[in-house]
Every structure is written in structure tokens, then in C-alpha cells.
């Protein structure tokens, strides 16, 4: 299996970009800016972030939209069924761009050739976290632990379909190893039930367990990306153990139906990368447990690609169903 190749490209590089900022396509009226998720959340953070610069660039306002439900699907839907002129976009997820169409029979929708890429925006490491009872001081012994008791230990997601439940069940592919799902409505609970010991294991996004981590609730033994993460820098990556098909990373794109002009997605695509070259900006992702991430229109297609095969196999092999 490939790992994750999410395309980091240096942000410095998209001060190139700057120049085409003073032509092409130009609003006339605001843009809605659809999260397909709750407020308070990353996605959601991140869209607020950056709706915030993109209005000041484009000259319009760029209302944020929460529009949730169906894993998302919601959401999407609404930008889906949105005029291909520019004034919709959609802060599309890892789930709602190449998890769903696996896990959602009648969608009525495919992400892959209804909706059009605009560029990355920002990626979030999972970190694998276990309760203190658990007799493993680094991912090798967990490891050990597992293969020699399988199904022993289980672990919690937010839910079937979740990436919590999806990166879990990647690693135990990779890794040829076994332990027990337990789904709760929401990653915070799952979290909640292993700060508690109900359940044992997790992996979960790196912003939302660092506060565990750091107040020994929890213990750290590695995290998902493709390199340390500086909120845990001491913690080794799946890759340095051995596991790099294990690689995983959340993130999320900015994307807008199908069929929009090419000048208006160059447009939107170069402000983008211009308003997340700033280090304001940057600074204001880090401080929500997220990266800067940047990509062309094209690169971003490479990677949903990449990502759908991959989560597909996921799905497949491991049987997963929602509800």
C-alpha cells in the first residue's frame, strides 16, 4: 500500500503566486464558505481563519456556513448542488472527500467529478495514545502486546467511518495486529471513556488528546505523519518504527462544484496559497493543532486519488459499515 504523499510544498513558494492576485476573476457579490461540521471544531477553526483573509483579498465577504449532518454529507451536498460561479465553496475533510463515497452507498453525489479542487489548506497528525495501565512504554512493546494477546485491548473511535476509526484500523492492517472496536458518538467521548480506562487505546487527532498527552493522562507512543510533529517532538513517527504504510493525516481542502471557469478557480486557488503564506495565518492554524498546507488545483487532485484508493482498501478489508 502507498503511504500517505500529502504534497507540503515550501509556503514561502507561493509568494510567487502574489502576482496574479491583481487579475482574473473578481467577486462582485459576498461567498459562502460551507463547513460540513459543527462550529468549534478544526475544520471549522481553519475555515474561519482563512475566510477571514480571503475576504480581505478578494474584496467581498466570505460568510462561513455550517451546514452538518450525514458524516458531512450535508454539507457537500448543498456546495454539489451550488452554481459553478465562484460564490460557494466547501472546506471539504480527508472523510467527506475519500472516505464517504466508500462508506455511503446513496450519496447521490461523487466527490471525485462533482465538486472541483481548489488547493489544500491544512493537515492534523493522529497520535497513538494509550491508557497508563497498559504495560508499554513505546510502540515496540505495544506491538509486542498485541501480537501476543490478541483482541485484548480495545480501542475507541468517534464512531463507525470516523477517522478514528479508520487510521485505527489501517495501523491493524499494516501492522497485522488485533484489537476490539468500540464506537461512541464523538471523538471527545471516546477520549473521555480512555483517560478512564474503559476502553485502552486510541488514535487520535493530535490537537484534540495533546492536553492528555501533556498532563500524563494519557501515554503517547507515536504519531501518524510524515514527519515528528513539533507539539511532540520527542514522540517517533509510524515510519521510524517500521510502519511507514501506517502513515496518516487528516487534512483538509478548499473545493467548489464542478465546472467552475478556469480564470476563477486560478483566482481563488492563487489567493489561497497567498493568505496561507502569511505567518499570521500560519501561526493562527498552529495555535488549533493544525499545519499550513498548500497545493496546486492538480496536486490536490493527485492526492484525493491517492487517498480514495487508499481509505477504500481500508474500508474493504476491514469491513466497515456506518449505521
Request: aromatic letters at 4%; glycine letters at 10%.
Amino acid at each position: 500500500m502507498n503511504g500517505f504523499r500529502l504534497t507540503r510544498r515550501a509556503l514561502l513558494g507561493t509568494a510567487l503566486a502574489t502576482p496574479a492576485l491583481a487579475q482574473g476573476w473578481a467577486p462582485t457579490r459576498p461567498l459562502r464558505f460551507v463547513v460540513p461540521f459543527p462550529p468549534g471544531g478544526a475544520t471549522d477553526v481553519v475555515a474561519r481563519v482563512l475566510a477571514d483573509r480571503m475576504q480581505e483579498k478578494l474584496g467581498q465577504p466570505v460568510t462561513v456556513e455550517n451546514r452538518t449532518g450525514a458524516g458531512g454529507n450535508v454539507g457537500v451536498e448543498n456546495v454539489v448542488r451550488s452554481a459553478a460561479d465562484g460564490y460557494a465553496l466547501l472546506m471539504g475533510t480527508t472523510g467527506t472527500l475519500t472516505i464517504n463515497p466508500h462508506l455511503y452507498t446513496n450519496m447521490g453525489f461523487n466527490p471525485a467529478s462533482d465538486l472541483a479542487p481548489i488547493g489544500m489548506a491544512f493537515a492534523t497528525d493522529h497520535v497513538l495514545i494509550v491508557h497508563p495501565s497498559v504495560p508499554a512504554q513505546n510502540l515496540a512493546e505495544f506491538l509486542a502486546l498485541l501480537r501476543a494477546r490478541p483482541n485484548a485491548l480495545s480501542y475507541g473511535s468517534g464512531g463507525n467511518g470516523s477517522s478514528t476509526h479508520l487510521v485505527p484500523e489501517l495501523f491493524k492492517l499494516v501492522a497485522r495486529v488485533e484489537m476490539q472496536h468500540v464506537p461512541y458518538r464523538g471523538s471527545a467521548p471516546a477520549l473521555n471513556d480512555t483517560v478512564a480506562g474503559n476502553v485502552q487505546v486510541m488514535l487520535d487527532q493530535l490537537p484534540s488528546a495533546l492536553a492528555q498527552v501533556q498532563g500524563g493522562r494519557v501515554r503517547a507512543l507515536a504519531v501518524t505523519g510524515p514527519k515528528r510533529s513539533t507539539l511532540l517532538p520527542d514522540l517517533p513517527t509510524f515510519a521510524e518504527a517500521g510502519l511507514a504504510d501506517a502513515q496518516a493525516t487528516s487534512w483538509g481542502a478548499v473545493m467548489a462544484p464542478a465546472g467552475l471557469p478556469a480564470a476563477t478557480t486560478e483566482r481563488l486557488s492563487a489567493v489561497l496559497r497567498d493568505v496561507l503564506a502569511e505567518p499570521g495565518v500560519q501561526q493562527r492554524l498552529r495555535a488549533a493543532g493544525a499545519e499550513a498546507v498548500t497545493s496546486t488545483p492538480a496536486e490536490l487532485a493527485a492526492t484525493m486519488r491517492e487517498e480514495t484508493a487508499k481509505w477504500g482498501r481500508v474500508v474493504r478489508e476491514a469491513r466497515i459499515t456506518v449505521n
